[in-house]
């Protein structure tokens, strides 16, 4: 009968992992699956009322058509299915001023970008903080101190998300001249 009592309490105890388990999956997937990418001005209005309202901060990726560097970091980061929880917390938007969704008009506030992709990050209505990923050699620059006291560090799910925190939390004075 003590056998008994100690089964049943081990199987109640697994119940209870497996139910959470699988209540904290059901929930990341909802969570994925309700906030999408947003794309041009109209994205951009929405990400940052979602910004405003929500606390999230927001992910402007700039990207073009004909962008082999923007094909290979949407493959190989943004579907990473170890990112999706991450990206999740974000407002997301895609600007690509060849779109004609608008793009064109807001990249004017934006820094200009060279050679596409172009990431940037943003909290509610505060400066614009740059992120700067190597698509070609998987590399991703991990600000220090300062934006540009910093290292570069492989490119990953888990390598994104920590220059995200670090990024979002930074106090640069340089980030000011990005203000939108």
Known sequence: MKNLGKWLGLLLALLLVAGSAGWYWWNQQA?????PWLKG?????RAQQLARESGMAVLYVIESDKCRRCKLLDKGLWQDPALASTLAGLAKVRL??????????VLRRFPKVATPPGIYLQQADGPLKPMQIVVDIQQIWMPGVTYRRGFFMPLSAAGFEAVLHTTLALEDPAFTALAP
Do not use: C, I
């Not at 969570?31 to 906030?35: D, E, K, S």
């Not at 001005?41 to 209005?45: E, I, K, N, P």
């Open 31 to 35: 969570l994925v699956r309700g906030n």
């Open 41 to 45: 001005a109209q994205g951009v209005a």
């Open 96 to 105: 690509n001023p060849n779109a004609g969704d608008g793009s064109e008009q």
